[in-house]
């Protein structure tokens, strides 16, 4: 049987995240959505666009969750964008409903697979799916590092003149404001970043990675962003299904590690076919290390209300 991959939201996330997982033939793609011709017709344009680009998946579109059933991996994209003047922790009780109870739903029918939730406020609404699902904390997983990170990445490389494959980076903390892009790991070419930017210009460079997404929503108006996103997303569901074992940022369930515990945050994982198959502690200064307490903390502030909302359930 092949791998099958559940998307719920069709949305310009979610139909980016299939036709990507398509692209790189991971598997099969289910798209879901409330609105279910909007799902049926982006799966058959993506079908279409199999003939010519060579990709041999095949995406279904479809309300239904039963189609859904024996999935590997379920990707959490539904949920209202952020519009101009919008945080993404303004989100929150808009998307929760919507995530919980399209994870309800999922994990019916998927109780083996993994859960990769794109939706923000994203920490908060990964700690939301895994109270849903009731899932071992390792098969939930929030995806935030992989995007911030490339988006320090990309400011780095156009500040220096150099390819962006040329950048290691790496940032922690939650999907927020309060996010931490951490020096210390940074380096291009091998040398370290600190050695080739001015301090002035690197905390330019911090500031603009931690609004990176409010950026993009100013610019569009009626959206926020979706190509990068999805890109993140997908390269972790790659490091899972095919047993990468790989080193990336992303919202995990911590239990001491770096000083915290009882919440998903932003840091280093193993990922791999089990999911997270465990957490990498790397030293950090103590200014980031103080920086991702406060992070932390903000986060907690947000997994109240989601706990709050639970109870209401």
Not at 155 to 175: C, D, P, Q, T
Not at 229 to 238: D, G
């Amino acid at each position: 049987m092949g791998r099958k991959i559940t998307v719920i939201g069709a949305g310009h996330v979610g139909a980016s995240v299939a036709q990507q997982v398509l692209a790189q033939q991971l598997g099969d793609v289910v798209l879901v959505d409330i609105a279910e011709e909007l799902a049926q017709g982006k799966a058959l344009d993506l079908n279409q666009a199999g003939s010519v680009l060579g990709f041999t998946g095949q995406a279904v579109g479809t309300a239904k969750f039963e189609y859904t059933i024996d999935s590997d991996i379920i990707i959490v994209t539904a949920g209202s964008p952020r519009k101009p003047g919008m945080s993404r922790d303004d989100l929150l009780k808009i998307n929760f409903d919507i995530v919980h109870t399209v994870v309800g739903h999922a994990v019916s029918a998927s109780p083996e697979a993994i859960i990769l939730v794109v939706t923000n406020p994203l920490d908060a609404m990964t700690y939301a799916a895994w109270r849903t699902s009731g899932f071992p904390a390792q098969r939930v997983i929030g995806m935030a590092g992989v995007l911030d990170s490339a988006r320090f990445r990309l400011f780095l490389a156009e500040a220096l003149g150099v390819s962006v494959h040329m950048v290691e980076a790496m940032v922690l903390g939650g999907h927020g404001d309060d996010m931490v892009p951490c020096l210390p790991l940074t380096r291009v070419g091998g040398a370290a970043v600190t050695d080739q930017l001015p301090a002035e210009d690197l905390a330019r460079i911090i500031e603009r990675t931690r609004t990176g997404g409010g950026e993009i929503v100013k610019l569009l108006k009626t959206g926020s962003a979706y190509y990068a996103p999805a890109a993140s997303v997908v390269r972790m569901a790659a490091a899972i299904l095919r047993d990468e074992k790989a080193v990336l940022p992303c919202a995990a369930w911590l239990q001491g590690e770096y000083g915290q515990r009882d919440l998903f945050l932003g840091v280093p994982v193993v990922l791999g076919r089990e999911g997270v198959i465990r957490i990498m502690e790397f030293g950090l200064s103590a200014e980031d290390q103080s920086a991702l307490q406060r992070s932390a903390e903000a986060v907690r502030a947000l997994n109240r209300q989601v706990d709050a909302l639970l109870q209401g359930k």
